[in-house]
């Protein structure tokens, strides 16, 4: 039973509640829509084809017509327009349309009613899908990633935060001051994150992701992975705000040298944002919109 006693002077009772139900395993943790679970299940039965897989996908119109718009995307641009769904999954490959349709469904999470935590849901949700964006760019053009995995690890990277938000807004009470719902973040968005990757049977190494995606000196063995895309995508996102001056210079974070490597003194990584910065954008607009 949770106390419910007046907080002490100076005592985050957000952090305090949060925790006492994460512990007891009481924390609401947001669950996927239906609709990306029953496109999974589809994508994922060996007897599925295409133009079955499209029929599920299209009880969606909202996602199909999004499949349709990566599709044609400067990721997957081909010589010949996408116009339907079954032709979107047949461009795409069925593991990479899965991770895509788990990406759009994901927005219906970032909800709240209350003004400020609304804001503060929209901004990040803002914020992951152009870290997501930067992702699946920086993934298509250094070696050893895949993009359309890169642009998933870049959306969840902060998942974590939903709950307390949700939280924040549904217990008005315990989040009078905007430092505490800061505050409870900085503390408990990695576990969170952690837990709900796992509820949803994400690939594994997510759970990293979500863990050491603001590990601005993170360092590990062997070749550069998607946590380490993520924290430079982060880095990157942050170019041209007030906040860059908060964070490390790129170029002197160890994810820098893994990621870029052979090309770490070609300025590899200020292209992605120069030119390669309207892909971005337009990645992010209909990741977001």
């Known amino acids: 039973m949770l106390d419910n006693a007046a907080p002490a002077p100076g005592e985050n009772s957000l952090l305090r509640r949060c925790l006492e139900d994460l512990q007891a395993d009481k924390l609401v943790l947001p669950t996927l829509p239906d609709i990306s679970l029953k496109i999974r299940k589809a994508i994922n039965d060996e007897k599925a084809n295409n133009s079955k897989i499209a029929r599920v996908v299209q009880l969606d119109p909202a996602i199909t017509g999004r499949l349709i718009g990566i599709a044609n995307s400067p990721l997957y641009l081909g010589r010949k327009k996408i116009e339907s769904c079954p032709e979107a999954l047949t461009r795409l490959g069925l593991k990479a349309a899965q991770h895509f349709i788990t990406t759009f469904a994901l927005k219906a999470v970032f909800v709240a009613n209350s003004p400020y935590v609304r804001k503060r849901m929209q901004d990040l949700w803002q914020h992951s899908g152009y870290v997501a964006a930067i992702s699946a760019v920086l993934a298509h053009k250094t070696r050893g990633f895949d993009p359309d995995r890169a642009m998933l690890a870049g959306l969840i990277h902060d998942i974590g935060i939903v709950p307390i938000l949700t939280y924040a807004d549904r217990h008005p009470e315990l ?115």
């Open 175 to 289: 989040a009078t001051d905007p430092q505490q719902i800061e505050d409870t973040v900085r503390e408990l968005r990695a576990p969170i994150g952690v837990m709900i990757v796992r509820r949803w049977n994400f690939p594994v190494d997510f759970e990293t992701v979500v863990a050491e995606a603001e590990n601005w000196w993170r360092r590990h063995e062997g070749d550069a992975d998607y946590t380490d895309l993520v924290i430079l995508s982060q880095l990157h996102s942050f170019v041209g705000t007030l906040q860059i001056h908060k964070y490390p210079c790129m170029n002197e974070i160890p994810a820098y040298h893994k990621v870029l490597a052979e090309d770490a003194d070609a300025d590899t990584s200020k292209d992605v944002l120069g030119l390669a910065r309207e892909e971005i954008i337009q990645i992010q607009k209909m990741l977001t919109s």
